[in-house]
């Protein structure tokens, strides 16, 4: 399954709605950024997206990269949360695909409320079959 394929179902989203948050040249910069961090050797790539694990030079780049495709600052640190993940414990929409995860609701809510945060994506979409419980129960808590 595609990226778009996989975001898509996983985010009861549309393909429009995805279109209008340029999720995708989003995910192809930290792509080729995992992908070159792969090729030179490193033990955990996707740690060189990361907003705060990866080394100051190279979080600046990932800044600035993102920053080419146009976003505000707000947009782009949401973007960079969703694709790369928070220290809050989100793993980020890359690892997510990457490893395969079929995410729960609590991960479908976080990711909506971050394209939410773009402004491109209604947060209040839901699944018509939950498999972990349901979008309205974590909607409940607060979450």
Known sequence: MTFVDWVVTELDITSAE????????AFEV??????EARRRG???PLVTVSAKRAGGNSRA???RMLAQLGYTDAQRRAMHRLLAGSPSGWPGLLAL????????AHQ??????????IGTVRVTGQRSTD????DEAVQ???A
């Not at 995805?18 to 040249?25: I, Q």
């Not at 498999?131 to 349901?134: A, E, M």
């Open 140 to 142: 409940a808590r607060g």
């Open 42 to 44: 490193a033990r955990d």
């Open 108 to 117: 479908r809510h976080y990711a909506r409320r971050q394209l939410s945060t």
């Open 97 to 104: 695909y990457c490893y395969e995860v079929e995410m729960s």
């Open 61 to 63: 780049c990932t800044r």
């Open 131 to 134: 498999r972990q419980g349901g």
């Open 30 to 35: 930290l792509l080729s950024r995992v992908e």
């Open 18 to 25: 995805l279109a209008r948050t340029r999720l995708v040249p």
